[in-house]
């Protein structure tokens, strides 16, 4: 059957999470807070608005719209000082392959992700022009788990949602693409993404195998 997929991009594409989270964990200094790497579990495929104010209650910090703006600002500039130095280096195991058998099998992919760097961060890894279409923070009016990004994501494709593979690594992530009625493949740990249809540790889990599970 014709099938096409929609990738998420941090923790799926390319592993951004660091990178957020050094940006985050300078701003929550700066205000006075530790801010550990299980925290940064709590931002993964969050919005950035939603990650502030995350932030913000793990510190029990109030401040005023115009200081949130500010430190908005502040983070993404640190953060875009990582991502503009990423290179194709930075793709995960699988992904190059996985992207070569959809190529070769005329299979159709999207980019589904909460972040408003996805088109950069694409370009930068050299991943941009082999997209059928992007569909970002910027694209988006409700967040995941709510399954807008996908079902963009699907109408930019001409595909029915069923028809449609999702990969996604976090929790809110997984949750939009079963709410898309769409099939969903976790990468990460089962515990965490159990809704998933099929959870693999990373991207070499795409074997040509399961691909010929999922086409036929
Ligand atoms: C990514 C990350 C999130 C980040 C979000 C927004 O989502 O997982 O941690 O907060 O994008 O990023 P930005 O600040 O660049 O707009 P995804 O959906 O690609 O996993
Ligand atoms: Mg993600």
Known sequence: KEIAFIFDLDGVIVDTAKYHFLAWRNLAIQLGFEFTEEHNELLKGVSRVKSLEILLNIGKVEISEEEKQKYLVQKNTEYLGFVNKMTSDEILPGVNDLLNYLDANKITYALGSASKNAPLILEKVGLYSRFSAIVDGNDVSK?????????????????????CVVVEDAIAGV????????????????????????????????????LNQLIN
């Open 143 to 163: 967040a995941k788990p709510d399954p807008e990004v996908f079902l963009i994501g699907a109408k930019k494709l001409e595909m029915k949602t069923e028809n």
């Open 175 to 210: 949750e939009a693409a079963k709410a898309a009625n769409m099939t969903c493949v976790g990468i990460g740990e089962k515990e965490v993404l159990g809704h998933a249809d099929f959870v693999f540790g990373d991207m070499t889990g795409f074997t040509p195998e399961f």
